[in-house]
């Protein structure tokens, strides 16, 4: 089941450019604010994802340094 959510007072501008970003996806203003919120909402927020690494730091009270995180990010890409 789907429900309509309707957002008042949004400045001109704002609309404007998201309706030429619409445009430009060759998509309607509404499908397009659709398909924005549908992929906000398939990925934790931020705060979220940080507070689990902390817990998981917490409990398990391993650190890894950012020299360590950087070698591992480098060595997937060699």
């Known amino acids: 089941m789907s429900v309509v959510i309707t957002v008042r ?4 501008a704002v ?8 445009a430009r996806a060759g998509k ?4 397009y604010l659709r398909g924005m919120l549908i992929e906000s909402t398939s990925r934790p927020p931020v705060d979220d994802v940080i507070a689990r690494a902390r817990a998981r730091v917490g409990a398990t009270k391993v650190r890894v340094d950012a020299a360590a995180i950087l070698d591992a990010r480098d060595a997937d890409r060699r």
């Open 28 to 31: 309607s203003l509404q499908e």
């Open 15 to 22: 609309r404007d450019e998201l309706a030429g970003r619409a």
């Open 9 to 12: 007072d949004v400045p001109d």
